[in-house]
């Protein structure tokens, strides 16, 4: 692979003043943390302020081995703090008060705003009074279905403050998927608000919260309170309709944010909390269908989210940083909220799409408020290389510095592009993996040290400790290739699925013992870089959203026509993967479009719109083993139409690979 012989070294004058500006600084950093977490962190903790002290003997414990026990992490139990205070109050104490916490830009680029520290911790304790009010209290869950505004973090920081447990959904997730996620999660109360517009497209979100407090409702479970946010009529339509008059607030149960918050107090004190208490939760898609509530505790979560930015980035105090990720996801929760306001940085908060009005809305946003700092998606970088250099040229983007990507492996070419046409030869890219478990990042570059190599994640961050595992879960030394695990939990790490520790055990800790399985796969080369290969478990990854086969099969099987499905990945070059779905008809049925647009629609109503299939494959019969499972390294083999199928011996019946590829639809 010619990506791999080609190693691209730091900018020099980049590096010269940056926080951590060299391999070896990096590497002798990195075998402290290990060597001696307590000194390493404790380091770090001493920023942060700790209502009841950290102390050393309490540093933290863990246990990864099923064999000896339950699992569990925990770091800095019995310290108390509140990473709201953290975050604003203290920064404000230090001075930053009137410093910019967020840039909003809106989908129009005609609305725009902004917050600075002082005014984002008034505008938060007010929130947390009116949650107070309406009988929030610590450990509560508060559900929150919000478009990219500012009231979104608003909301997040009010619900720490208070100790109480923000479960945020992506406001793209359908009004199944959301219901699902309210009910497990157990909260009464809805933030969200009447609508927004993403790019030319509008989503009415409170009409979707009235059918998910309707279901909710069906199934015994009562939404008390829903809070909306007035924000259609302040921005600019497309279109110029007038959206915001079509909402129906339900008398008693749902209030607008404006009047909630009207009478509410600036101040409000912090609930002291402990370290290891749930900060927040936040679905994921599991192998099995149904979503898994991650938990993460307030101290951890904190202090890693906050190293990983300041060193990831290497945000200096006059930056500008964006990462454009949805609130909805990890990656908006560590790196678009905690991580970079505990270093007081000022970010950009934008609410609409690289492609609205036109395909260079990014590079204009970057050139607007000359951003340092850049975070985007491989599917994003992909989409835009499409439109040309030119888009990007016509910008001046010489502001940025490091320039990030995250959600799914980038590969060589979209990187290449991104360093030298983006990045200008002269900015770090900093590929960072890690998960909605992970809490931050755990294998990445930093931006002044690591020789990248387009397509690799690098080396692991401080205090991570990865191997790679085969099959009998021996490790892997030097080159090779095989199951990413760790082998002891950094501060960040999740630690529970909420209401089920069992599935928690059983997902991450029992295919090998001792160590946490990522559930993907990847290699070490001969230099001892990581390069992550995928998923190794059920799962898609489309445009950066996990979704799980088993989940969208279930779906498919709903619908009266389909006797069963099998649902696998395919590449694409933009979104990465996209679903590739194997569908057989119940008897006596014909396939024909009609269905092929019902069940695409089925996916669309009760996933979301970001799980569209691409490719609906009608066929008589599937290949499955003699024990009845289904063979998807086949299937996945069709969807692509390769003959090489390698070892087909265990296949039951070997007449459906003919059928297989001879009913593969045209144009897939
Ligand atoms: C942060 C986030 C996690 C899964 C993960 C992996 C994939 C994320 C990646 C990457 C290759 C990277 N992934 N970053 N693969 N290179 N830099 O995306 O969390 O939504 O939970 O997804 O995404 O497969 O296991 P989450």
């Given at each position: 692979m010619p990506s791999e012989t080609k190693v691209y070294y730091p900018n020099p004058n980049f590096s010269k003043n940056a926080?951590?500006?060299s391999f070896s600084q990096y590497r002798e950093m990195y075998l402290q943390s290990l060597d001696n977490p307590e000194a390493f962190w404790g380091e770090i903790i001493k920023q942060f302020h700790w209502e009841t002290p950290v102390e050393y003997d309490n540093f933290f414990r863990y246990n990864f081995d099923i064999r000896k026990g339950p699992i569990y992490t925990k770091w800095f139990d019995g310290a108390t703090t509140n990473i709201c205070y953290n975050v604003l109050d203290r920064i404000v104490q230090r001075?930053?008060?009137?410093?910019?916490?967020y840039y909003w830009e809106g989908n129009h680029p005609d609305d725009y705003s902004r917050l600075t520290y002082r005014k984002l911790l008034e505008e938060v304790c007010k929130f947390s009074n009116v949650l107070k009010s309406k009988g929030?209290?610590?450990?509560d869950r508060v559900a929150v279905y919000m478009p990219m505004i500012l009231e979104a973090v608003i909301t997040l920081l009010a619900c720490t403050r208070i100790g109480a447990v923000h479960s945020v959904v992506f406001a793209g997730f359908s009004a199944d998927s959301f219901a699902e996620r309210v009910i497990d999660c157990g909260a009464e109360i809805i933030v969200t608000a009447d609508g927004v517009w993403r790019g030319p497209k509008f989503l009415g979100l409170k009409s979707i919260c009235d059918q998910v407090m309707d279901k909710c409702a069906r199934r015994n479970?009562?939404?008390?309170h829903c809070i909306v946010v007035a924000h259609l009529k302040r921005v600019t339509s497309p279109d110029n309709?007038?959206?915001?008059?079509?909402v129906h607030m339900k008398e008693g149960r749902d209030i607008w944010w404006n009047d909630a918050v009207?009478?509410?107090?600036?101040t409000c004190p912090p609930v002291w909390t402990n370290?290891?208490?749930?900060l927040f939760m936040l679905y994921t898609s599991g192998s099995t269908g149904k979503p898994k509530g991650v938990l993460h505790t307030v101290g951890g979560y904190m202090v890693y989210t906050a190293a990983t930015f300041k060193c990831v980035?290497?945000?200096?105090?006059?930056d500008v940083y964006w990462c454009t990720?949805?609130?909805?996801w990890i990656t908006g929760h560590s790196y678009g909220v905690y991580g970079p306001l505990a270093n007081a940085a000022t970010c950009v908060l934008f609410?609409?799409?690289?492609?609205?009005?036109?395909?260079d809305r990014f590079w204009t946003v970057i050139e607007k408020y000359k951003v340092n700092q850049f975070y985007t998606a491989p599917t994003a970088i992909r989409a835009l290389m499409k439109y040309g250099d030119d888009l990007v040229r016509r910008?001046?983007?010489?502001?940025?510095?490091v320039i990030g990507s995250v959600g799914e492996p980038i590969n060589s070419e979209a990187w290449l592009w991104y360093y030298k046409?983006?990045?200008?030869?002269?900015c770090s890219v900093v590929d960072t993996f890690w998960q909605t478990e992970t809490?931050?990042?755990?294998?990445?570059?930093?931006?002044?040290a690591t020789p990248m190599k387009p397509g690799s994640a690098t080396f692991p961050f401080f205090g991570v400790q990865p191997a790679l595992l085969d099959e009998s879960g021996k490790e892997i030394e030097g080159e090779g290739e095989g199951y990413l695990v760790f082998k002891r939990p950094w501060?960040?790490?999740?630690?529970?699925l909420f209401g089920n520790h069992e599935r928690y055990e059983a997902t991450?800790?029992?295919?090998?013992?001792g160590y946490y399985c990522t559930g993907d796969g990847a290699r070490r080369d001969a230099d001892g870089y990581f390069w992550i290969t995928g998923r190794i478990d059920d799962m898609l990854n489309v445009s950066g959203h996990l979704m799980s086969t088993a989940e969208v099969e279930s779906l498919l099987t709903?619908?009266?026509?389909?006797a069963e499905a099998a649902v696998v990945s395919k590449p694409h070059p933009i979104k990465g993967e996209c679903l590739y779905c194997f569908v057989i008809t119940s008897n006596e049925t014909h396939f024909d479009d009609n269905i092929k647009k019902e069940l695409s629609l089925l996916i669309r109503e009760r996933?979301?719109?970001?799980?569209?299939?691409d490719v609906i494959h009608n066929t008589p019969s599937l290949p499955k083993t003699?024990?009845?499972?289904?063979?998807r390294r086949i299937l996945r083999k069709v969807a692509v139409n390769d003959?090489?199928?390698?070892?087909?011996?265990?296949?039951?019946?070997?007449t459906v690979i003919e059928t297989l590829f001879a009913s593969r639809p045209v144009c897939s």
């Open positions: 926080y951590i500006n001075g930053y008060g009137d410093k910019v916490a929030i209290k610590k450990g479970h009562n939404i008390r309709s007038q959206k915001s008059n079509k009207a009478d509410s107090s600036i370290s290891e208490d749930p980035f290497d945000y200096k105090s006059k990720a949805d609130i909805g609410e609409g799409t690289p492609f609205y009005p036109d395909n910008h001046d983007v010489s502001s940025l510095k046409v983006v990045g200008g030869e002269k809490g931050g990042h755990v294998l990445t570059p930093l931006p002044g501060p960040g790490i999740m630690r529970s991450y800790f029992s295919k090998f013992p709903e619908h009266k026509a389909i996933i979301g719109a970001f799980a569209t299939p003699r024990s009845g499972k289904i063979m003959r090489n199928l390698g070892d087909v011996s265990t296949l039951a019946d070997s």
